[in-house]
């Protein structure tokens, strides 16, 4: 089979931004944080039981607005707010 240079640098242009779509999404990072982390962090205690965070100001904040607040997915099971990087 004899094909044409022109021919195999086109296919190579149309395949190219599929293959950089795919290798982008297998890069992606995510970071995982304990909400109980993310609470001590900024001067709280979490209480596992309730799943909120109690500041010295006697505000209390649950763990899932917390997260939310951040633009981060919540994770009840694990009690851990999740980033996309």
């Known amino acids: 089979m004899n094909q044409q240079p022109g021919n195999v640098l086109l296919a190579m242009a149309l395949a190219m931004p599929l ?18 982390q993310m609470c001590v962090a900024h001067g709280g205690r979490y ?3 309730t799943k909120q965070c109690t500041f010295a100001a006697a505000t209390t904040v649950s763990g899932q607005k917390a997260c939310q607040d951040l633009d ?5 099971e694990q009690q851990w707010c999740q980033f996309d990087e």
């Open 19 to 36: 293959v950089v779509a795919l290798t982008g999404c297998a890069g992606k990072k995510v970071i995982v944080r304990a909400s109980s």
């Open 72 to 76: 981060g997915v919540y994770l009840p």
């Open 47 to 49: 209480s596992q039981e």
